[in-house]
């Protein structure tokens, strides 16, 4: 990038500064030279990258495809029961939605509005699970089962609470509009957005105030929708209430893991194995899957049974039985094949330690000289005395 002899962004920054030593004057600003020459570099710098692009893409995307081909030919069967599943749930809401549309607006139900809205969002979700998971993302795919949960909660929550709770959850969109809406104008400046006008907020907080005199100022948290029929108002008693309680730690774990930055996903993702736990996955992994498959699959479940139970048939509840029989294939399909690679990879990790020891022992004198001239970092975590400890080999 630099020079024939040495491409890379060091041989540019030795090459500049040689030409600085031979060109600069004594009377010459020295602060204004060493900032064209960064000027100098980032350009070449860039222009180096762009010049490489497409051939670092197309070795890119070579390896990628590649890698989701092998992915696909080890899961094919779950990921294809998984899909099925998707697209039969997605012919099932459109089915009910068809049939009960005209009723519906006759009754002006709003129940079933909701819950035709919120199963159709539950599909596209799990169309984006699907996605991540054919990709060899299963810790980005259990993050958006989050989501797909938190509908199932809801509308569950609304098929047992009825035309209230749905009336309160369409209106409460005004509120998270004008939270929404304070917290932008707080740093419009900075962001450089399209400015929120006076009059826009005046009108956002007069809608936002006369909703609260009507339903009191529990209206106003996240969940402020259903805080007629919940005390605290938090997403767990929702969840209590829908009989939904028992996925809590797992609602947490996804919050934790694989949506927060703290500890727990900093140092636990799904995609890393045992005997890989302290490493950071930077690329897709083959493995993690099952849980954010399966759980999924029983959230697109629950929100298609809320669906269907709400103005239920003979026909539904036939369909509604098919997708618990898809379910259970999906729950065992995923473990199974989980179960297949685990050992295939113990094997294979076997074999390798075989083959690397026998190599040490063949090279024993030079194996000794490399492990001295590494220091690994130790990390020791003391939770009596709250005390983290780092070192190397020596400490």
């Keep these: 990038m630099a020079t024939d002899d040495d491409p890379s962004l060091q041989g540019l920054i030795e090459e500049k ?54 992915l696909y030919d080890d899961w094919q069967e ?23 549309q005209e009723a519906a607006m006759d009754d002006e139900d709003l129940v079933h509005l909701v819950l035709v809205k919120l199963h159709a969002r539950a599909c596209l979700i799990a169309r984006e699970i699907l996605a991540l998971i054919k990709q060899g993302y299963a810790d980005g795919a259990h993050a958006r089962w989050r989501s797909i949960h938190e509908v199932a909660v809801v509308g569950e929550f609304l098929r047992q609470t009825g035309q209230e709770t749905a009336k309160r959850f369409m209106l409460h969109q005004a509120i998270d509009d004008y939270h929404q809406a304070v917290a932008y104008r707080n740093e419009q400046d900075t962001l450089r957005g399209e400015p929120i006008s006076d009059e826009t907020m005046e009108e956002l907080e007069q809608r936002r105030e006369k909703l609260l005199d009507h339903y009191g100022s529990g209206f106003d948290g996240t969940w402020g929708w259903a805080s007629h029929e919940i005390e605290r108002g938090r997403f767990k008693d929702i969840e209590e209430h829908a009989g939904y309680g028992q996925f809590y730690p797992y609602y947490k774990f996804a919050s934790k893991a694989n949506i927060h930055s703290g500890a727990k996903g900093t140092f636990e993702q799904l995609a890393t194995s045992d005997r890989y736990r302290l490493s950071t996955p930077t690329a897709p992994a083959n493995l993690g899957f099952t849980l954010p498959a399966t759980h999924a699959a029983r959230s697109l479940f629950q929100i298609t049974m809320a669906l269907l139970l709400h103005r239920p048939n003979e026909e539904y509840m036939v369909q509604l039985l098919t997708a618990r029989e898809f379910l259970e294939d999906i729950e065992h399909a995923f473990p199974e094949v989980r179960a297949t690679i685990e050992q295939r990879d113990e094997e294979m990790w076997d074999e390798y330690l075989d083959e690397y020891l026998s190599d040490i022992e063949d090279n024993l004198d030079e194996f000794v000289e ?23 080999k020596d400490s």
């Excluded at 030409?19 to 980032?42: G, H, K, N």
């Excluded at 975590?381 to 709250?386: N, P, Q, T």
Aim: no cysteine.
């Design 78 to 100: 779950p990921i294809d029961l998984f899909e099925s599943f998707i697209v039969f749930s997605l012919e099932l809401g459109q089915m009910y939605s068809r049939d009960r």
């Design 370 to 392: 490399e492990m001295d001239d590494f220091t690994p970092p130790i990390v020791e975590i003391d939770l009596e005395d709250f005390e983290v400890h780092v070192g190397g």
């Design 17 to 70: 500064l040689e030409e600085i030593a031979d060109e600069l004057d004594d009377d010459e600003d020295v602060d204004e030279v060493v900032s064209d020459l960064f000027d100098d570099l980032v350009e070449a710098n860039y222009e180096g990258l762009m010049d490489h692009r497409d051939t670092m893409l197309e070795d890119w995307r070579e390896e990628m495809n590649g890698f989701e081909d092998r």
